[in-house]
């Protein structure tokens, strides 16, 4: 049993022949470091399940990136509001490291709800989670310290993404300057 | 029909008999102006479908209040994380005029979810839009001048909510100072 079908199993109760409906919608694909998959101004046409990989959504403000998301091994990803409304993307979703996804298509997952009351409450979880993302980035911006941001960072998230997503990302993701992110790390470091 | 019955048909297919199994699940309430459906600390036990009325979710900032949304006569209102955690609510519910509301328990959410794929679909509906709620503010906030802002409240919201919300409500929603807001009013109505 992939992965994948223990996580769908465990969320909303897959079945064998559930999973083979889910398996024929998707597409296996492979991609090398930095390759944007969800460009800006496009229509977010998939959501990912990633295989294996790294990788991150940003927006650009001012010339800047500004980093929304990170996922690894075993995680989903996509550019969600795109997704949905099926609107131009002012994200761009891109790999930090070589990734394999296993991509599924908008059209296929409308077809999916079709399908079974658990492929409904499957978008409903994926809705859930993305929600609860946004809002507590929102929240954590808004009320903690530089130090506690990257606290919470380190407890909240996968070793993967804590070693693997550069440091400038990552100060972009919490909302402080890389310089601040620097001198909390070494104040972390030092006790 | 009522308003809810005929949202509801229009937005999940809602039969006369899903509408008999729903509206079994309500409590129809009545709440006078400036009262907290849901306080800080508490778990949000239910969404609310505004009968008439206006209402606002907010929190507490260094002692300030910042409001996070305004919903009024048929429209839907919750401190959605806390209802979906069933986690104690940083966000306070409270009525800004008298209101009647039709309220729904997250154990009979999660019960109708049980009892039908259209239920299911609400409940995925309501992820999404709450989502997306937080996410076109959250970027507003970002990437908006005080003007721009304002115009796209103006734009997006209810004629009762533009009316009836008191303007230091409004700034802090916005994320604008009150006396910045009095000054976008008046330009905006000398032009």
């Given at each position: 049993m992939s992965e994948l079908q223990k996580i769908l199993k465990e969320l909303i109760g897959l079945t064998e022949s559930d999973w083979e409906v889910f398996r024929n919608k998707l597409k296996r694909k492979e991609f090398k470091a930095k390759t944007p998959l969800v460009s800006e101004g496009?229509?977010?046409?998939n959501i990912y399940f990633i295989e294996s990989g790294l990788l991150r959504t940003y927006h650009l403000l001012d010339g800047n990136e500004i980093n929304t998301y990170f996922a690894c091994d075993n995680q989903i990803i996509s550019t969600f509001s795109s997704f949905i409304r099926q609107t131009a993307s002012v994200e761009i979703l891109e790999t930090i490291e070589d990734s394999i996804v296993q991509e599924l298509s908008f059209q296929n997952l409308t077809q999916l709800y079709k399908e079974s009351v658990k492929f409904e409450k499957l978008g409903r979880i994926l809705a859930e989670q993305n929600y609860l993302c946004v809002l507590d980035r929102t929240y954590m911006m808004q009320t903690k310290t530089a130090k506690e941001k990257y606290l919470d960072f380190l407890s909240t998230y996968d070793k993967k993404i804590v070693e693997g997503v550069p440091q400038h990302h990552v100060a972009s993701f919490l909302g402080i300057a890389p310089e601040s992110l620097s001198r909390v790390r070494k104040k972390i470091a030092a006790t």
């Amino acid at each position: 049993m992939s992965e994948l079908q223990k996580i769908l199993k465990e969320l909303i109760g897959l079945t064998e022949s559930d999973w083979e409906v889910f398996r024929n919608k998707l597409k296996r694909k492979e991609f090398k470091a930095k390759t944007p998959l969800v460009s800006e101004g496009n229509i977010s046409k998939n959501i990912y399940f990633i295989e294996s990989g790294l990788l991150r959504t940003y927006h650009l403000l001012d010339g800047n990136e500004i980093n929304t998301y990170f996922a690894c091994d075993n995680q989903i990803i996509s550019t969600f509001s795109s997704f949905i409304r099926q609107t131009a993307s002012v994200e761009i979703l891109e790999t930090i490291e070589d990734s394999i996804v296993q991509e599924l298509s908008f059209q296929n997952l409308t077809q999916l709800y079709k399908e079974s009351v658990k492929f409904e409450k499957l978008g409903r979880i994926l809705a859930e989670q993305n929600y609860l993302c946004v809002l507590d980035r929102t929240y954590m911006m808004q009320t903690k310290t530089a130090k506690e941001k990257y606290l919470d960072f380190l407890s909240t998230y996968d070793k993967k993404i804590v070693e693997g997503v550069p440091q400038h990302h990552v100060a972009s993701f919490l909302g402080i300057a890389p310089e601040s992110l620097s001198r909390v790390r070494k104040k972390i470091a030092a006790t």
